[in-house]
């Protein structure tokens, strides 16, 4: 009889679990691919662009560069801003093969659009920045005084990393930026300038319905966005208990089983600004030594079963 060793060797069957992402050498990707190996499973880097698909079948498949993509039990998709329509059409089939995806096609939509977000979000009642939105140049004058008048920070909807976030120092500002993200047709929306965040959020890394690990972002000085990729700095941060359910609650609300929960610390307590599906793993992991990839991978040995999303690649 062979002996087994017995080191963290997981006593669940060896998974077959591909990870839909562009770019094999990206920091999230090896370090998730290397979370699954070393768990005893079966990785595969599957780049979304290149899979294809007949929808027009009652067998679902994917082909993938000439060969049929076939034996999957999970996906974890990381698809990109610029990717989401095809990103997310391609999970979807997945979905319809019964393949588990650690966060649905139809959630990863959802959080794409900070608006169809935060209304989702405040019709359950988590505190946010008051926000608003309107559509005709005519009515922005009004909608300004609504959200409580300058400074107010101006977004684009599908913005990320802090690109198309801009803050207006004077109603005169606002007004000129508005006009101008108007004029190129982008859609935008405005919110109140939350000040004593003191250029800082908090990044909660929600899996399975708890908070696993936790940042603070600090903006570089003379800036007021706190993203990494615009300069900030990533420290430890203990949450309170009800940042923490804040947290839970909004990863709960937008059908996200992993998620990057963005809260701002204001007077009235935690805001939510955004709820980020494919959260990067290279900050968290440096700013809290904490292995999240191996989280994520745990989480899927719990719950890789067929068939076990709310849609059922119907959303
Ligand atoms: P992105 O998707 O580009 O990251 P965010 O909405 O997360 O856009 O905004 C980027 C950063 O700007 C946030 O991390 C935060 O530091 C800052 N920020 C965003 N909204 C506000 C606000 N209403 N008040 C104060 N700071 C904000
Ligand atoms: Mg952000």
Redesign the pocket.
């Known amino acids: 009889m062979t002996k087994l060793n017995s080191t963290d060797t997981p006593k669940v069957k060896p998974l077959r679990i591909g990870v839909l992402s562009r770019g094999p050498k990206l920091y999230s990707t090896r370090r998730l691919v290397e979370a699954i190996r070393s768990r005893g499973h079966e990785a595969t880097v599957i780049d979304a662009l290149r899979c294809y698909m007949n929808i027009a079948t009652d067998r679902p498949q994917i082909h993938y560069k000439g060969e049929v993509l076939d034996g999957f039990d999970a996906v974890i998709p990381r698809i990109g801003a610029s990717i989401t329509f095809y990103g997310t059409a391609v999970l979807r089939q997945f979905e319809m093969m019964g393949v588990f995806p650690v966060n649905e096609s139809v959630a990863i939509s959802r959080s794409r659009d ?1 608006l169809r977000s935060l209304q989702l979000l405040s019709r359950k009642g988590i505190g946010m ?1 008051v ?1 608003g939105f309107a559509h005709a140049p005519d009515d922005v004058p009004d909608m300004i005084s609504m959200v409580g008048g300058a400074p ?2 101006i ?2 909807l599908e ?7 801009v ?1 207006a120092e004077t109603k005169k500002a606002a007004e000129s930026v508005i006009e101008a993200f108007m004029g190129l047709n982008a859609n935008i929306l405005v ?5 004593e ?1 003191g ?3 908090i990044r909660c890394f929600v899996v399975g319905g708890r908070v696993i690990a936790a940042m603070k ?1 600090q ?1 570089l000085d003379g800036e ?4 990494l990729h ?1 300069g ?1 700095s990533a420290s430890l941060v203990k949450l309170t208990p009800i940042e923490r359910e804040t947290a839970v609650k909004a990863a709960k609300i937008m059908g996200l089983n992993v998620a990057g929960v ?1 809260l ?1 610390r204001a007077e009235r307590g935690p ?1 939510v ?2 709820v ?1 599906s494919s959260p990067g793993l290279e900050g968290i992991e440096s700013a809290t030594g904490k292995d999240v990839a191996s989280i994520i991978v745990r989480f899927i040995e719990k719950n890789a079963k067929p068939h076990n999303t709310r849609t059922k690649g119907k959303g």
């Open positions: 900070k920045p926000t107010m920070v977004k684009l913005g990320t990393q802090g690109i198309g976030v803050l919110q109140e300038f939350i000040h965040a250029g800082a959020d972002r903006a007021f966005r706190s993203n615009r900030g963005d701002l805001m600004i955004e980020n």
